[in-house]
């Protein structure tokens, strides 16, 4: 058997990590009726995922550096997988608190070990992948959230739809990322030895201002779209999820041209050009008076936050006041918590005022991004040889 190329298995399991968690997204609207939970219910519930969150930061980061990527994404996929079902399953509005917050402990570090794993293997192969692997994160959980609106379509209830696609990735992510090659040790070896947590530089709380705005938005599109198209436009069925697969799909094929694009512009025009469009894209969902404007809105945001975490994940790797993956797990913790928190934000906020002005808060953030576009300026990379700027095929 030909031996897969390392870019192209760490572009597979970014792919197959967020299918099962996409399977869940279009069922929130399910789960919510299930439980009789108003918009503030829903919103203190989905609190759990970024709890879950927080309590990864003090150890996720340093289990990382010393187990390295390949231990933490085969681990991390039996972990996520064994939880991604469980909110589906949850009686009560408790139990679907804790069992988020154990799927955001399951969530951080998973992703955290693909993170360092692509990092690693550009610096080794000296091929650039960083976009273009979260370009096959978007496209895994796009995949995923179709799953779960043909779930809708055909009536399958939402615990065992999700629990199905998970038994099913499974032993296809374990014979993946049980594949991918144990790299140098002197790669692992140097976050292993020196990491000790810190408080970050200005650089670094740069480029997490940066991110946070561009996961905030993603999360929150992902919990409320179908929920936005229900109660805004009376969208029902497999209808609801239409809007979360235009934005996935939109965000996966910015991914993928941009790499190119980050070689041809600069990661700084990239970041404020796409900054641009997600603030277009969000005033176009405000005031779109019919589903398939609302629907363009949702296109636009998904190209204007296409390429911020990837981008962020290089400048922050670039770093040298600290290890690599110490500083990608800082990074992380705060994309995932921009992601976890905003959902909880808007729902706070549509409950009272209605989720027209809920999404509406996101326009801050987005500018905050917007601001701190500058701070993506390549720093070590000018002076290192290591990464090429080409694409892996």
Known sequence: M???????????????????????????PDVQAKLNLGTADLAIALLGLPIGTLLTLSFAGRVVSRIGGRAAIIYGFVFF??????????????????????????????????????????????????????????????FG??????????GAPPHWSILAVAVVVLPIA??????????????????AATYRFKLPGLALIGICAFVFGVTMTEGAIADWSAVYLRDVFGSE????????SVFAFMVAAGRFSGDYMKGRFGPVAIARGCGIASLAGMLIILVAPAP?????????????????????????????DRPAAASLAILSFVA????????????????????????????????????FTHMLTPRATENSGRLVEREAV
């Not at 014979?175 to 976050?191: D, G, I, Q, Y």
């Not at 994940?313 to 770093?319: D, H």
Request: no cysteine.
């Open 2 to 28: 030909r031996a897969v190329p390392l870019q192209r298995l760490v572009m597979l399991i970014f792919f197959l990590q967020p299918i099962a968690f996409g399977a869940w997204l279009p069922r929130i």
């Open 81 to 142: 997988l064994a939880v991604v079902s469980l909110p589906a399953f949850a009686p009560t509005v408790t139990l679907l608190f804790f069992s988020l917050m154990i799927l955001g402990v399951a969530l951080s570090t998973v992703e955290l070990g693909m993170n360092v794993e692509a990092d690693l293997t550009e610096k080794v192969t000296g091929l650039i992948i960083m976009s273009r692997s979260h370009g096959f994160w978007s496209l895994g959980i796009m």
């Open 145 to 154: 959230s179709l799953l779960g609106a043909g779930a809708i379509a055909i």
């Open 174 to 191: 374990l014979f993946v990322s049980t594949r991918l090659p144990k790299l140098p040790e002197s790669h692992h070896a140097e976050t």
């Open 237 to 244: 069925g497999a209808q609801m999820g239409l809007g979360y």
């Open 292 to 320: 398939p404007f609302a629907l363009l809105g949702f296109a636009a945001i998904g190209v204007g936050v296409s390429v911020g975490f990837p981008l962020a994940v290089t400048a922050a790797a670039a770093l040298t």
């Open 336 to 371: 995932l918590l921009g992601f976890l928190v905003g959902p909880p934000i808007i729902g706070f906020i549509g409950e009272y005022w209605g989720l027209r002005i809920g999404l509406a808060v996101l326009m801050v953030p987005l500018f905050v991004s917007l601001i």
